[in-house]
């Protein structure tokens, strides 16, 4: 049974470390600077924007809204200034081509809010807002690697501590062995 067990816990640990190496490798992928310029990236968005926006199809549409809301996400994370002035670039056309937007969309509910997300407050506070939920984020993913760390510590110790049982219980074990054998072996001789 403690072979059983100490092969769990063992599996356990590997476990627990491989899923610690895995959350490890994003946040060193994430070290590399990406430079953006926020005309060029304004510039491509608004190009596939104006093509939804003749295509009059309000699902692709919103699609495009939601990867322009990423592309704001991935600008933040390396330069929060120039993500201003593209939600800035972004803003003015959406307000300024929001009657063709509102001829197709119609009371389309997601296409709506995707455009309140983006329309609806000044740039600085859409980036701010956007910056302080990935912050939000930032911290509950550290917690999470933080206690896996934990649950693998306390998992090695747990292992550790059941090797040394294991280990003390085998040599009690061996002790008792060669002291009957002794005793055996002084009770054949006569002494």
Known sequence: MKKIMFAVMAMIAIGFTSCGNKT??????????VVFDAEEEASASISALTEQIEAQDANKF??????????????????????????AKIQDFLKENAEKIKAFAGENAAVQTALAAI????????????????????????DA?????????????????????????????????????????KKALGL
């Open 24 to 33: 490890q490798a994003p946040a060193e992928a994430a070290a590399e600077e």
């Open 145 to 185: 690697v933080d206690a896996a760390g934990e649950a693998v510590d306390a998992a090695k110790d747990a292992v550790e501590d059941k090797a040394n049982e294991v280990k003390d219980a085998a040599k009690g074990a061996a002790s008792d062995a060669v002291d009957q054998a002794a005793d055996g072996a």
């Open 119 to 142: 329309t609806e407050a000044p740039a600085d506070a859409v980036v701010n807002g956007l910056m302080q939920a990935m912050e939000g984020v930032k911290d509950a993913a550290g």
């Open 62 to 87: 919103q699609e495009v809204l939601a990867t322009v809301q990423e592309k704001i996400k991935e600008i933040i994370g390396s330069n929060p200034e120039v993500a201003k002035e593209y939600v």
